[in-house]
């Protein structure tokens, strides 16, 4: 996955969930955040963060933030990210993948992928995860009843004989493995092992991160 007209800036103040205020060149600029979650430790005043120029014109904000760097670690912070690298690299993931079809609607959920096998559908649901402490990794960093649900998706899905996975793309490298966020949501925790015992596979896979790229790396230990 590639980004365009990318620049370096530092962090200055977050108003709220959807802005930042950055100092680029000296001058202070509004930016779009395309994340929506709290990510504290990563966005504090001083921080380098990448930004990415808008081709749309009449977009109030010139700039997407899309990376920063956290103790001289580089992570992506891009929301959509995720399912943009995972769709990239479906066929990898699964070789047997015939067609990979994101956004699906199935039972009282969408999913954020069904790939297409010779042997059936296989439903993947995708997560970002961008905290980190000392090279361990964990979702989420706030609570989701979203991913509860998607989680009980996909254990129905199982159930009735599907195949099922919960893919965790970690988006940044050099980390040392990934597990659920039970301080934050235990709930989620929960059904995360729930999926994991009912046959769901759970993996989480690091990525290769640069300012203006990210890209599926290799797979990383779950502790469940």
């Not at 950055?22 to 955040?33: A, P, Q, T």
């Not at 990979?100 to 297409?116: A, I, K, T, W």
Request: overall charge neutral; glycine content about 6%.
């Amino acid at each position: 996955m590639q980004y365009h007209a990318v620049t370096q800036g530092v962090f200055l103040e977050r108003p709220n969930r959807f802005i930042a205020h950055v100092s680029l060149n000296g001058e202070r600029v509004v930016c779009h955040v395309k994340n929506t979650g709290r990510c504290r430790e990563l966005l504090v005043p001083g921080a380098p963060v990448y930004l990415e120029r808008s081709m749309n014109l009449n977009r109030k904000t010139g700039y997407d933030l899309i990376a920063v760097e956290k103790n001289g670690l580089l992570i992506n912070m891009d929301a959509q990210a995720p399912n943009k690298v995972f769709g990239e690299w479906a066929r990898r993931f699964d070789p047997t993948c015939t067609a990979v079809r994101p956004e699906y609607c199935v039972g009282e959920s969408r999913l954020d992928f069904c790939l297409d096998t010779a042997s059936g559908p296989h439903f993947v649901e995708v997560k970002g995860v961008t905290l980190e402490e000392n090279g361990h990794t964990r979702f989420p960093d706030a609570p989701t009843e979203r991913g509860i649900k998607h989680l009980r998706e996909l254990i129905r899905l199982k159930e009735s004989g599907c195949r099922a996975t919960a893919f965790f793309v970690i988006q940044m490298d050099e980390v040392i493995d990934f597990s659920p966020n039970d301080t934050t949501h235990a709930a989620f925790g929960e059904a995360l092992r729930l999926a994991a015992r009912s046959g769901v596979q759970v993996v989480a896979f690091s990525c290769h991160v640069t300012p203006d790229s990210m890209e599926i790396n290799r797979e990383i230990p779950v502790l469940l």
